[in-house]
């Protein structure tokens, strides 16, 4: 009898413990789940730094290994570089120059180290030592060197020797090839923008005009004629016009639709006062022509609504291969047709990864007429694992006119799945 009760006894126990065991983990899954988002960042930087410690002792050794190999030291003053210790990167730096004997490459990257930590005088006499012999791979090395520190006097707001820094990075560029002249000019651009901008502030137009005239001369850039444009307003505007003109061509999305609208008919208004009607005629085009050409070529919020959308699956036979598709309505809330439309969905499954689909929906030859709904698109999605979508999905719908229109968000819901 006694022995019936210790066993009683026992089980009891372990049941007991063994409930308490599993409450405890159960506590403790929920606290890493709600905390899963302020952790995740910890532990990628965390992985980060132990990866570049273990990177280093690699190194090391390795230069035990080969005493003589300075790639091996500009590696680690690299790695010194990235954990912000400037003292051992500036002793490997020293260590891959001397056992260099000064090479090109070492020179040039000592170099853009010391612009970076603004030790320019130490920087320019690094980059001095570079050959002067006509050789395509040094100019590349002095253009991109040049344009870093021409960026790191921007950073500091000296805008006339950034400027003065970027002339020499042009000269060795225009020997490169056409990728990097074509960044060193747009940095250069940036750089006259930004001067530009420290003349508006000091309400000195005729500087500021000039600085982003000269940025135009050295890049195609966008936003100085948009500047220009919005400087031009109080001034001229035929020059305003221009610029802005130029502006939306370039970059459409920069230019302020209304103030654009505002300047032509401020023009138009202009020009028939002053009794020239054909060119006011002229100006009336362009405004009748930007209006039609901004509408089709961007949705604007509220365009769209997107209706009745599920996740749906088929087969295409009795035994046929299972597929899911997305299928919806979209309304057309707008006060004008569209003819030519892309759909793009960010899916985030439960479960899953994320990923999208896009598609053309809405074509010249079945157009969205105004206040319109076209029902019943379906949308294939190629996922390999179906079992993603047994609960919910997460998804971002977005939408654009044309393939060089900017993707605008139409909503952002969680979609449940349907059959």
């Not at 000195?204 to 600085?211: L, N, R, S, V």
Request: glycine share 2%.
């Amino acid at each position: 009898m006694d022995n019936r009760s210790d066993i009683k006894e026992y089980i009891k126990t372990i049941f007991w413990t063994l409930f308490v065991a599993v409450i405890v983990v159960a506590i403790v899954v929920v606290d890493i789940r709600l905390n899963v988002g302020e952790k995740s960042s910890q532990d990628i930087f965390s992985k980060e730094m132990t990866n570049i410690s273990m990177s280093l002792d690699e190194l090391k050794y390795l230069e035990k290994q080969h005493p003589k190999d300075y790639m091996i030291n500009l590696k680690i003053a690299f790695l010194y570089e990235v954990l912000k210790d400037n003292q051992n990167a500036q002793i490997n730096y020293k260590k891959a120059l001397e056992k260099s004997d000064n090479s090109p490459f070492a020179l040039y990257k000592a170099a853009m180290f010391y612009a970076g930590i603004k030790e320019y005088s130490v920087a320019i006499n690094l980059a001095e030592l570079l050959p002067d012999y006509p050789d395509k791979n040094i100019f590349e090395l002095k253009a991109r060197f040049y344009t870093k520190l021409a960026n790191s006097f921007l950073e500091d707001e000296d805008f006339a020797n950034s400027v003065k820094v970027h002339k020499i990075a042009l000269k060795y560029a225009k020997n490169t090839n056409s990728d990097v002249e074509n960044k060193t000019r747009e940095d250069f651009a940036a750089a006259y923008n930004k001067y530009a901008e420290k003349y508006i502030n000091e309400n000195d137009p005729g500087h500021a005009i000039q600085m982003l005239k000269n940025a135009l001369d050295v890049y195609p850039d966008a936003y100085a004629m948009y500047k220009l444009g919005l400087i031009y307003q109080n001034v001229d505007n035929e020059k305003a016009q221009y610029y802005m003109e130029k502006a939306y061509d370039t970059k459409p999305r920069i230019v302020n639709p209304e103030i654009y609208n505002k300047l032509l008919e401020n023009l138009i208004k202009q020009l028939k006062d002053e009794g020239e009607y054909s060119k006011a005629r002229f100006y009336s085009l362009k405004l009748d022509n930007f209006k039609r050409k901004f509408v089709n070529t961007n949705i604007f919020d509220g365009d769209l609504e997107i209706k009745d959308l599920k996740i749906i699956t088929k087969r295409k036979k009795f035994f046929g291969k299972r597929r899911y598709y997305l299928c919806f309505d979209i309304q057309n809330k707008s006060s004008y047709s569209i003819d030519n439309m892309f759909i793009k969905f960010s899916i985030q499954p439960r479960g899953g990864k994320p990923f999208e689909v896009e598609q053309k929906v809405i074509t010249r030859n079945n157009p969205l007429n105004a206040g319109k709904t076209t029902q019943d698109i379906e949308i294939s999605l190629e996922c390999e694992n179906h079992d993603m979508f047994s609960k919910y999905a997460q998804i971002q719908i977005f939408a654009r006119k044309n393939i060089r229109s900017p993707w605008v968000m139409v909503d952002y819901l969680t979609v449940s799945f349907i059959k």
